[in-house]
């Protein structure tokens, strides 16, 4: 993976781009640090489908299951323990 500076990518963006497509993802880095990475797009595609929603996004989105059953608290019995003397 070939690392750019982001002027260098910003003044080489057509060079930056053929890059990323012909030789694949492409480091950026601000004032020395990683900052982001380039990827061509059937990467990004191929990492979008094999990423899973979190519970609290499936639970909060527009489709999630209303009518879940959640049983009463307090209504398990407990096991008595036992004193070791």
Same mark, same amino acid.
């Given at each position: ?6 002027? !260098?990518?910003?003044? $080489?963006?057509? /060079?930056? @781009?053929?890059?990323?497509?012909? /030789? *694949? ?5 601000? %004032? *020395?640090?990683?900052?982001?990475? =380039?990827?061509?797009? !059937?990467?990004? $595609? %191929?990492?979008?489908?094999?990423? $899973?929603?979190?519970?609290?996004? =499936? =639970? @909060? ?5 209303? !009518? =879940?059953?959640?049983?009463? %608290? *307090?209504?398990? $019995? %407990? ?5 070791? /003397?």
């Amino acid at each position: 993976m070939q690392t750019w500076s982001v002027q !260098d990518a910003k003044a $080489r963006f057509s /060079e930056f @781009l053929d890059a990323c497509i012909s /030789e *694949g993802p492409q480091m950026v880095t601000k %004032r *020395g640090a990683e900052a982001a990475v =380039l990827v061509p797009v !059937d990467v990004w $595609r %191929r990492l979008q489908a094999a990423a $899973r929603p979190s519970l609290k996004t =499936l =639970l @909060l989105s527009d489709n999630a299951p209303i !009518d =879940l059953t959640i049983p009463a %608290r *307090g209504n398990a $019995r %407990r096991r008595k323990t036992q004193v070791l /003397e």
